[in-house]
């Protein structure tokens, strides 16, 4: 069974603080990943994808990825607390197939 | 921009009554895919189709079933809806060469069955 895996929270930090959300993946076939934002009764938005070891940024948001150890993070420098929502992580299921496999989401929450 | 559009924001349904969910996407995705959303339990696959009338079981097709006759529409069909289909319902859509590429979701659609 190919899994992916969130702490579910809530990860609650201060304004202006570093964010940090982390994601592991049970399938080493796994190549793509991506996080996405969903505010309460929101559908989910894209906010970052990486299919290459390393860390990608983008603005505020970093994301690293680590396929030895099967770990992706999310990174959100300068906290606000518009930032506040769930963030799910995505792993691509592989194969012929096109599916997305999803982490049940970690609520952030920032503090003013 | 790709646009997918969920035909219903908020459904009331009672026991027993055939609902229809629609979903238009239109990038020409190959893949569309239905989702049901619920807390705790994150994003479940209901059913996915990656061409017109092909059609494939998520993880929790039981219940439900899929229409997909035209490449931009993939409607979700409750045969016969039940409580416990309440729930948050979102569609999606992805090109066929999808590798580096993510899902796109409509709005959803909160459907309550009474």
Same mark, same amino acid.
């Given at each position: 069974?190919?899994?992916?895996?969130?702490?579910?929270?809530?990860?609650?930090?201060?304004?202006?603080?570093?964010?940090?959300?982390?994601?592991?993946?049970?399938?080493?076939?796994?190549?793509?990943?991506?996080?996405?934002?969903?505010?309460?009764?929101?559908?989910?938005?894209?906010?970052?994808?990486?299919?290459?070891?390393?860390?990608?940024?983008?603005?505020?948001?970093?994301?690293?990825?680590?396929?030895?150890?099967?770990?992706?993070?999310?990174?959100?420098?300068?906290?606000?607390?518009?930032?506040?929502?769930?963030?799910?992580?995505?792993?691509?299921?592989?194969?012929?197939?096109?599916?997305?496999?999803?982490?049940?989401?970690?609520?952030?929450?920032?503090?003013? | 921009?790709? &646009?997918?559009?969920?035909?219903?924001? @908020?459904? $009331?349904? /009672?026991?027993?009554?055939?609902? #229809?969910?629609?979903?238009?996407?239109?990038?020409?995705?190959?893949?569309?895919?239905?989702?049901?959303?619920?807390?705790?339990?994150?994003?479940?696959?209901?059913?996915?189709?990656?061409?017109?009338?092909?059609?494939? &079981?998520?993880?929790?097709?039981?219940? @439900?079933? $899929?229409? /997909?006759?035209?490449?931009?529409? #993939?409607?979700?069909?409750?045969?016969?809806?039940?409580?416990?289909?309440?729930?948050?319902?979102?569609?999606?859509?992805?090109?066929?060469?999808?590798?580096?590429?993510?899902?796109?979701?409509?709005?959803?659609?909160?459907?309550?069955?009474?």
């Amino acid at each position: 069974q190919k899994e992916v895996e969130q702490n579910s929270g809530p990860l609650s930090v201060p304004e202006g603080a570093i964010a940090s959300l982390n994601c592991t993946y049970s399938d080493r076939v796994s190549q793509s990943f991506f996080w996405y934002r969903q505010y309460s009764g929101k559908s989910p938005e894209l906010i970052m994808s990486i299919y290459s070891n390393g860390d990608k940024e983008d603005g505020r948001f970093t994301a690293q990825l680590n396929k030895a150890s099967q770990y992706v993070s999310l990174l959100i420098r300068d906290s606000q607390p518009s930032d506040s929502a769930t963030y799910l992580c995505a792993a691509d299921y592989g194969g012929a197939t096109n599916k997305l496999i999803f982490g049940t989401g970690t609520l952030l929450a920032v503090q003013p | 921009d790709v &646009k997918v559009t969920q035909s219903s924001r @908020y459904l $009331v349904k /009672r026991t027993g009554e055939k609902v #229809f969910l629609e979903c238009v996407q239109d990038m020409d995705h190959e893949n569309m895919f239905w989702y049901r959303q619920d807390p705790g339990l994150g994003l479940r696959l209901i059913y996915f189709s990656y061409d017109v009338k092909m059609k494939e &079981k998520g993880d929790i097709p039981e219940g @439900y079933s $899929v229409s /997909r006759e035209k490449k931009e529409r #993939f409607s979700l069909i409750l045969e016969s809806a039940s409580t416990n289909q309440t729930s948050m319902y979102l569609c999606a859509s992805r090109p066929q060469s999808s590798y580096n590429s993510p899902l796109h979701f409509g709005n959803g659609t909160r459907l309550t069955v009474t």
